[in-house]
């Protein structure tokens, strides 16, 4: 578990975190949203020591980040940073092997951990002798992704890992890694300004301004019960699309006919939203009345 407790940390005596607390269980995604300058990249660098807070403490485990060599502790954390922060003078080989070699792998180790990486990720083999500058922004993300996860460490930062991409791409790369098992067990902060991304990955949201936070706590608590009125104008424009992504079919039984249930084909589990896409896509009516599960979501929400 990852706990911050209370951290500032001040620029040319200019708060930029200010007094931020709160705790990461091992293997859930904690999201840091927030508008630009609010201070998410720096509360991230703190967890690995890029940066060293004014006051306040950060634990691992219950032992503080300050106790532990700063590359050991480096180590057990991948860092994927927005631009992908890739060696440009390293191949695609050598910049995911940097880590396992300063922790003297040995190259059967790594080439078998590199191969089982580049399939889980989608990556094509033939790029291993490329640089950088050779691939797309898709690919190097990936990279990026590959080097943070080869030492399957225990906690990941990401630093808008999918910030640089098209959205198609983003939202592709986004389900891959939700799907798998090496990124559900891991404990996870992620940085986004982007709200869709934040309810997309994030067990828990945290929601930053000026340093401070606003509002912490399940996507679902943050839309229906957010007495805040930051929180509420931070959503504002996407509300609708959220509210049908965050509610399940299963939740709205209670306001719908038992016919609509009966013959509409959805799966357990499904939110509103996917209930709705996969009407669209099938172009047959799976739905027999769109407009009732519409209203039956209004009435739910009252
Ligand atoms: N090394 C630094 N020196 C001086 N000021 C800094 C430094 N790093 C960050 N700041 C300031 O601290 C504040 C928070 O910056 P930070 O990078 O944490 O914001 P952010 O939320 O990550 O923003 P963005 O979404 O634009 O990346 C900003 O006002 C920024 O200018
Ligand atoms: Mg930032």
């Known amino acids: 578990m990852l706990s911050l407790k209370n951290i500032t940390k001040k620029f040319d005596g200019r708060l930029a975190v200010d007094g931020i607390s709160f705790e990461v269980e091992t293997g859930e995604t904690l999201v840091l949203l927030g508008t630009s300058g609010c201070g998410k990249t720096t509360t991230l660098r703190m967890i690995n020591r890029l940066e060293e807070p004014d006051s306040g403490d950060i634990l691992l485990d219950g032992k503080s980040v300050k106790d532990f060599d700063v590359q050991e502790l480096r180590r057990g954390m991948g860092y994927v940073l927005q631009n992908h922060g890739l060696f440009p003078h390293y191949t695609v080989a050598e910049n995911i092997a940097t880590v396992p070699n300063l922790m003297n ?6 080439l078998n951990e590199m191969e089982s990486l580049f399939e889980k990720l989608n990556l094509d083999p033939t790029i291993r002798d490329k640089f950088p500058e050779q691939l797309s922004g898709g690919q190097k993300q990936r990279v990026g992704l590959a080097r943070a996860l080869i030492t399957q460490p225990a906690v990941l930062l990401m630093d808008e890992p999918f910030g640089a991409l098209d959205s198609i791409t983003r939202i592709s790369i986004r389900k891959e890694l939700k799907g798998l098992a090496d990124f559900q067990e891991k ?3 992620m940085v986004t300004h982007d709200v869709q991304e934040a309810f997309d990955m994030a067990d828990r949201i945290c929601v930053m301004d000026q340093g401070r936070i606003m509002q912490l706590g399940t996507p679902e608590s943050l839309l229906f019960d957010s007495s805040n009125a930051f929180v509420k104008q931070f959503l504002k424009d996407q509300r609708l699309q959220l509210e049908l992504k965050t ?10 006919p038992v016919e609509w249930y009966m013959n509409s084909g959805f799966k357990s589990g499904q939110s509103v939203w996917e209930v709705l896409e996969d009407s669209l896509a099938s172009g047959d009516a799976t739905i027999p009345d769109p407009g009732m599960l519409m209203k039956g ?6």
């Open 105 to 110: 792998w040995d190259k059967k180790k790594i």
């Open 297 to 302: 979501f209004f009435s739910f929400k009252k």
């Open 247 to 256: 509610v399940k079919i299963d939740e709205l039984k209670s306001v719908l």
């Open 187 to 189: 404990t996870i902060v």
